[in-house]
């Protein structure tokens, strides 16, 4: 979306989310909790973190975990895509990190997600590294600016953590790392379920053997995502294709055999 950058409430619920219940109960501790009663937290000298960072395979759900989180304690949202920070700020246009943390400021309770973090954060200290290296200076300037940040929580997103500026991953900086693992046979089922909320899909559709069945070994929530949309199309084809010929359409649902021939189209 064109929103990069700017903050907006995302409409993603927590429904959408399948499968990554640990994560949610972490940030409902760290995050939803502290917006929406914050006086829970008072009186016990805890130094609660404020920045995260969400590892693991591309497509298992990172960022749209984060939008639930915004969307549950009822926060700004500022999507920040790595790569492109860098492309503006080398531009010299406005897109700076300062700006980002002002904007957030001025937004609070905001969450500021910064997807590929990586691109941002390559190791220090190399050559031709000069913008990376000013623009992790001033990421770790904000990031330990915690006082004055109050309702600014920052949550990076990255599939190669191990070549980030370990500075970066400090206490109190992006101090809790949170793995979103490839889901599991059953967290697949647990996915297909939150992704199929939003599809007519047929009541005789067993939902819970397609995501356990061995073809879908190794996919990824952005690969079942595609196998549900596959789906969709082809329900849709035929559909059509009852239309064209005069029939009167009886029920225009997905069905099984619709997943069957995704998944051969898919894997
Ligand atoms: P990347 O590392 O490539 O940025 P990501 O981990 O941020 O990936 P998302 O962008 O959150 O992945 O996921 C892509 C799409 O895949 C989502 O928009 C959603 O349709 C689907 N998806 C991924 N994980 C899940 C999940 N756990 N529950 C429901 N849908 C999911």
């Excluded at 949610?24 to 760290?30: A, L, S, T, V």
């Excluded at 199309?233 to 069957?260: N, P, Q, R, V, Y």
């Amino acid at each position: 979306s064109r929103r990069e950058g700017f903050s907006v409430i995302p409409n993603v619920k927590w429904e959408d989310v399948g499968g990554l219940d640990p994560l949610r109960h972490e940030f409902e501790r760290y995050i939803i909790r502290r917006i929406k009663n914050p006086k829970d937290y008072m009186g016990f000298g805890v130094d609660l973190e404020t920045g995260f960072l969400l590892y693991g395979p591309p497509g298992c759900g990172k960022t749209l975990i984060a939008k639930a989180v915004a969307n549950e304690a009822g926060a700004n949202f500022i999507h920040i895509k790595g790569p492109e920070v860098l492309n503006k700020y080398v531009d010299q246009s406005e897109l700076n990190i300062w700006t980002i943390f002002n904007r957030a400021r001025t937004c609070s309770p905001c969450i500021v997600f910064f997807d590929e973090m990586d691109s941002l954060t390559t190791e220090r200290g190399k050559e031709g590294n000069e913008p990376v290296e000013r623009i992790v200076t001033q990421l770790l300037t904000e990031l330990d600016g915690g006082e004055e940040r109050k309702g600014v929580y920052v949550i990076g997103a990255t599939n190669r953590p191990n070549v980030m500026d370990k500075a970066l991953l400090r206490p109190g900086r992006l101090g809790r790392l949170l793995y979103v693992p490839l889901p599991t046979p059953d967290q697949r089922v647990l996915i297909l379920k939150a992704l199929a909320r939003k599809k007519p899909i047929d009541s005789s559709v067993d939902l819970v053997s397609i995501g356990r069945d061995n073809t879908c070994k190794r996919f990824s929530g952005a690969d079942l995502s595609s196998l549900m949309n596959e789906a969709a199309m082809l329900a849709l084809e035929d559909t059509l294709a009852t239309i064209d010929t005069g029939w009167c359409d009886t029920s225009s649902t997905i069905k099984e055999l619709h997943f069957k021939r995704a998944l051969k189209k898919i894997s």
